[in-house]
């Protein structure tokens, strides 16, 4: 079956440096969101990637959709401790469904 | 303008017990997907309902069933619960001809089975 994976599974990063999460399907996606999960919140829509090497910019984060569209990065530029939570991208590969990736837990250190 | 309702929001059951969770969708939206979140794991897709009809269905047994009303509000049955089902489920909404495309979730249902 469909496979999503994610690396890291944790970050912590001080106040200011910058932050990367990768997104790896095991098959190829049609399409691929990001979401932020706040500690005790739900996952909130941040973006959808749909050409291949489509690159989006949301201030300080910047989201790249691969060639092969099989994987997918989200870097965070100079995190803040507002960044917190933890980042999910999830996949369609056709199907009217999305699955999940297993989610990086980010901790910023002020 | 309500984003998606989930109730309740926090449910205690016994073993072997039955279920039911609900989720009002986001005003304009048609489609329901449901999610079950496990500590510290991403949501895994259960089913998703449009027309009052169960569309797509990911890899849960039938213990799990789900029911669409003509208001677009949808509801999640789980029988015969065991310890495992004990997690957060989350509800999505969604235009069915955008996909999930700014899919919103519920504040979700943490269920613990004792």
């Known amino acids: 079956g469909q496979q999503v994976m994610q690396i890291p599974q944790y970050q912590h990063v001080q106040e200011g440096e910058d932050f990367t999460t990768y997104c790896n399907s095991s098959?190829?996606?049609?399409?691929i969101q990001w979401y932020k999960q706040r500690p005790g919140g739900h996952p909130v829509f941040l973006i959808q990637l749909v050409k291949s090497g489509e690159v989006k910019k949301q201030k300080r984060l910047t989201f790249q959709f691969g060639e092969a569209k099989k994987n997918s990065s989200l870097h965070i530029t100079a995190t803040q401790t507002t960044d917190v939570g933890t980042y999910f991208c999830?996949?369609?590969?056709?199907?009217?469904?999305?699955?999940f990736g297993t989610g990086t837990r980010l901790t910023v250190i002020p | 303008d309500a984003g998606v309702t989930q109730s309740p929001t926090h449910l205690i059951k016994t073993r072997g017990q039955q279920v039911t969770l609900r989720c009002s969708p986001k005003s304009g939206h048609d489609t329901v997907s449901w999610y079950q979140q496990a500590l510290g794991q991403g949501p895994q897709f259960i089913f998703q309902y449009y027309e009052e009809e169960e569309r797509q269905r990911g890899n849960f047994p039938d213990r799990f069933s789900g029911h669409q009303f003509p208001n677009y509000s949808s509801e999640l049955n789980v029988n015969a619960l065991l310890l495992g089902d004990s997690a957060l489920y989350l509800c999505?909404?969604?235009?069915?001809?955008?996909?999930?495309?700014?899919?919103?979730f519920g504040q979700g249902t943490r269920l613990t089975v004792v």
């Open positions: 098959t190829t996606l049609s399409n």
């Open positions: 999830a996949g369609r590969s056709g199907a009217n469904n999305l699955f």
């Open positions: 999505a909404s969604s235009r069915y001809f955008t996909g999930d495309l700014g899919a919103f």
